[in-house]
């Protein structure tokens, strides 16, 4: 699926998703990734929710996220509960969706200035 162009060129949006693969702005990417509005971060050994952990919750919180989306590939899987629960602590709004919805959404509020971080898998 594409997606339409942005004018701020210093945003990370989304252009698409889908076969393995993300696209933001103009570079391909095929691990999963975690995506802030100006930041990216490579988790090439993060395969499946299963494989979440804690030191994932680290490396996003130091985003310093309002609100986190966990993009879980093709369907909408439910990570543990424990993993969730690091971010509701903190205070920080937790959302699990398919990636395609986790892209949108993370689109949508990027574009509302909000301090959005996604952690997409592929």
Not at 43 to 66: K, S
Not at 79 to 94: D, T
Not at 100 to 117: D, H, I, P, Y
């Amino acid at each position: 699926m594409k997606f339409t162009q942005d004018s701020n060129p210093n945003l990370n949006l989304i252009r698409g998703y889908g076969d393995g693969e993300l696209r933001i702005n103009g570079v391909t990417f095929r691990s999963a990734m975690i995506v802030a509005p100006s930041s990216l971060r490579a988790e090439a050994e993060l395969i499946a929710v299963t494989d979440l952990n804690l030191g994932h919750v680290d490396r996003i919180r130091a985003f310093e996220p309002e609100l986190v989306l966990l993009g879980t590939g093709h369907r909408q899987i439910f990570p543990p509960a424990s993993f969730g629960a690091e971010f509701l602590r903190a205070g920080i709004g937790f959302e699990v969706m398919d990636t395609g919805a986790a892209c949108r959404t993370f689109n949508v509020l990027v574009s509302e200035q909000r301090r959005v971080v996604a952690l997409l898998l592929v």
